[in-house]
């Protein structure tokens, strides 16, 4: 949790992870995880419209986001990450525990707006991030990690399926408008 907006800078746990192996030279050097907190929202927002898939349904920092941010913050089991480097925001997720009865009563870890710098994809950043969010969802008893992608990021579904993730399942998506 992160304890509300306008509070400090807690920095979340640092799960002990390796992303490295022979062909993989490892996460980017200096990377440092933490709690998102109110200040960060700007950065947030900012990270998660980078593209034209994100960016109108995203749009401009405002209310809704701060409303949303409030939520996750009040949520034990949510979590919205920024990772650092040198002092800036270069990544973001946000990482959630279902608790489920399905699988024998076992929980999931649902990793959503992931996220990295334009200027630092491709190089390793988002494997550092995907191997922390894991370590992560194990320390909270999670036995499966879960996510969506958008059917328009290629890229990003060959980064996924190099991770071990496997597309199994058909995802659907119903607005509901407000009465």
């Known amino acids: 949790m992160l304890g509300g907006l306008g509070t400090g800078v807690r920095l979340v746990p640092s799960p002990t992870v390796s992303t490295t192996s022979p062909t993989d030279p490892g996460p980017t050097p200096g990377l440092s995880f933490r709690a998102a907190v109110a200040a960060d929202l700007p950065r947030v927002v900012e990270l998660i419209a980078d593209d034209e898939v994100a ?25 919205l990450v920024v990772v650092e480097q040198d002092g800036r925001v270069v990544g973001t997720m946000q990482l959630t525990v279902i608790p489920g009865i399905s ?48 059917k328009q990021r ?4 060959r980064f996924y ?18 009465r």
């Open 55 to 79: 960016r109108a349904r995203t749009g401009q920092i405002g209310p809704e986001h701060e409303a949303a941010f409030a939520a996750i913050a009040a949520d034990p089991n949510n979590e």
């Open 103 to 150: 699988r024998r009563g076992a929980s999931r870890l649902l990793v959503e707006a992931v996220r990295v710098d334009r200027g630092l994809r491709g190089r390793g950043v988002g494997r550092a991030m995907m191997a922390w969010a894991h370590a992560w969802g194990r320390e909270r008893g999670c036995a499966l990690a879960q996510l969506t992608s958008d």
């Open 154 to 157: 290629a890229d990003a579904h």
């Open 161 to 178: 399926r190099s991770l071990g993730y496997e597309q199994s399942h058909e995802g659907f998506k119903l607005p509901l408008d407000p």
